[in-house]
């Protein structure tokens, strides 16, 4: 007999969806232990002998899952999401169909649909919390084209924090940076900013820089921690090896990594006092 393990993470180890979301069906009565409803969060399963269901349906369990971490470039338009209602494109209509059957990938996090960049795809529900929790900061670099020229002063403002309807954004990092190409570099009255966030709030570099006054033009995430997206193309995607997934994960788990893929630090920088 397995060790009993509590539902959400049990779930979430299958690739189902995050435990976060696994949670929330707890808690909405969609999960049944061998026929019995379970609303409590504290609640355990024997992988091997209990019976679990979501919406009705028996769930396989595999008692070692296999653990996919997929970084993909998005490009402009495709929704980062694992379905569309209306039918539009989305991050998992770029994976091959055997990816797509077999994986039960999903994003973790995610890109607006008209900013492209790196985006991360897994199956592993522990680890997309451990990703996109509030408390371990994870730095995303972000080269942003806005309308304008920004000041000084406007960036220093932006790095200490903007005040966003009563909410004031962590501190980040912002500077000018070169276009990314020469025909780029052709508009006079935009500037091209390299940014870097701790935090992962709904269109929050777009709001900020619409509230600075200097609209964003384009957006394009080129990093999430140290993972860069290298030669991959738009629509392009790769797994993760050991070594990469190992320089990920060792901030928020508290170990030190001699990795050569970056050692940003997991915190914001501190808050100007001038």
């Not at 349906?57 to 694992?82: E, F, M, N, W």
Request: overall charge positive; some cysteine; charged content about 25%.
């Amino acid at each position: 007999m397995a060790e009993p393990q509590r539902l959400q993470k049990l779930l979430a180890q299958q690739g189902l969806a995050s435990r976060r979301q696994v949670e929330a069906w707890i808690l909405a009565g969609r999960v049944r232990v061998n026929g019995k409803v379970v609303t409590e969060l504290g609640s355990k399963a024997d992988p091997e002998r209990d019976c679990i269901e979501v919406n009705g349906q028996v769930i396989p369990l595999a008692k070692d899952p296999a653990r996919y971490v997929l970084l993909l470039h998005k490009p402009v338009g495709v929704l980062s999401t694992c379905a569309d209602p209306w039918g539009r494109k989305t991050v998992l209509d770029l994976l091959p169909p055997s990816w797509k059957r077999q994986t039960r990938l999903y994003p973790v996090g995610r890109l607006d649909a008209d900013s492209s960049g790196a985006l991360l795809l897994t199956n592993d529900g522990d680890l997309t919390l451990k990703l996109t929790h509030p408390r371990y900061h994870l730095p995303k670099t972000y080269r942003v084209q806005v309308q304008g020229h920004p000041s000084q002063a406007t960036l220093q403002h932006w790095r200490d924090g903007v005040d966003l309807e009563g909410y004031t954004t962590l501190p980040a990092e912002v500077e000018f940076c070169p276009a990314p190409d020469f025909r780029q570099r052709e508009h006079p009255n935009c500037s091209w900013l390299r940014v870097v966030l701790f935090e992962g709030r709904n269109r929050q570099i777009r709001r900020v820089a619409e509230r600075l006054g200097h609209p964003v033009l384009s957006l394009h995430r080129e990093a999430i921690g140290p993972l860069g997206l290298g030669n991959l193309k738009a629509g392009q995607f790769r797994q993760l090896d050991p070594h990469e997934l190992q320089a990920l994960l060792a901030p928020l788990t508290g170990h030190s990594s001699s990795s050569s893929l970056g050692k940003r630090p997991l915190r914001p920088p501190a808050r100007s006092r001038d």
